[in-house]
């Protein structure tokens, strides 16, 4: 066992800053998170938790505690977290070194800056887009949404 403490993981994606690898991890009412993938590190699931059931009972009243590592970031509300990915291209200079991470519940997609392992700016993308989005995927620089739902769609993001 690599880490362990995490509810549902969704997303995985290694920082070209730092070498190091997050993921997120789909929470349950509340509670999605965004992690640091240390071998041997606890998250803590379902003894520590910022989500609350989906009948709104607690899952738990503890929020930290010791010997568990605590989140970078949570989302409560909670965004659905989905596929993520590290933006390293050119065409948008200011999402360079970011993480661009799906939102199946918020229908958007959230752009996260980390500086020495803390989330340092968070930005919500394409909600226009009014769906669900699956994944996030950057290849040669392009960055890919992929929508859920019957109708779902592969988007291609270009710069105006």
Same mark, same amino acid.
């Given at each position: 066992?690599?880490?362990?403490?995490?509810?549902?993981?969704?997303?995985?994606?290694?920082?070209?800053?730092?070498?190091?690898?997050?993921?997120?991890?789909?929470?349950?009412?509340?509670?999605?998170?965004?992690?640091?993938?240390?071998?041997?590190?606890?998250?803590?699931?379902?003894?520590?938790?910022?989500?609350?059931?989906?009948?709104?009972?607690?899952?738990?009243?503890?929020?930290?505690?010791?010997?568990?590592?605590?989140?970078?970031?949570?989302?409560?509300?909670?965004?659905?977290?989905?596929?993520?990915?590290?933006?390293?291209?050119? %065409?948008?200079?200011?999402?360079?070194?970011? +993480?661009?991470?799906? @939102?199946?519940?918020? /229908? !958007? #997609? $959230?752009?996260?800056?980390?500086?020495?392992? %803390?989330?340092?700016?968070?930005?919500?993308? +394409?909600?226009?887009? @009014?769906?669900?989005? /699956? !994944? #996030? $995927?950057?290849?040669?620089?392009?960055?890919?949404?992929?929508?859920?739902?019957?109708?779902?769609?592969?988007?291609?993001?270009?710069?105006?």
């Amino acid at each position: 066992i690599w880490a362990l403490g995490y509810r549902n993981p969704q997303g995985l994606a290694r920082s070209k800053d730092d070498g190091l690898v997050y993921t997120v991890d789909h929470g349950p009412r509340g509670g999605d998170e965004l992690n640091l993938l240390r071998g041997g590190d606890n998250h803590g699931w379902p003894l520590v938790s910022a989500g609350v059931e989906e009948s709104g009972a607690m899952v738990t009243p503890f929020r930290t505690m010791a010997g568990m590592e605590d989140p970078l970031w949570t989302w409560t509300p909670a965004i659905g977290p989905s596929g993520m990915a590290f933006y390293d291209g050119t %065409a948008f200079a200011a999402w360079r070194g970011s +993480f661009l991470v799906g @939102g199946l519940v918020s /229908r !958007d #997609v $959230r752009r996260l800056r980390i500086v020495r392992q %803390a989330v340092v700016q968070e930005e919500a993308l +394409f909600a226009e887009l @009014g769906k669900p989005i /699956r !994944d #996030v $995927r950057v290849f040669d620089g392009d960055i890919y949404l992929l929508t859920d739902g019957e109708q779902g769609t592969l988007v291609r993001v270009l710069p105006r």
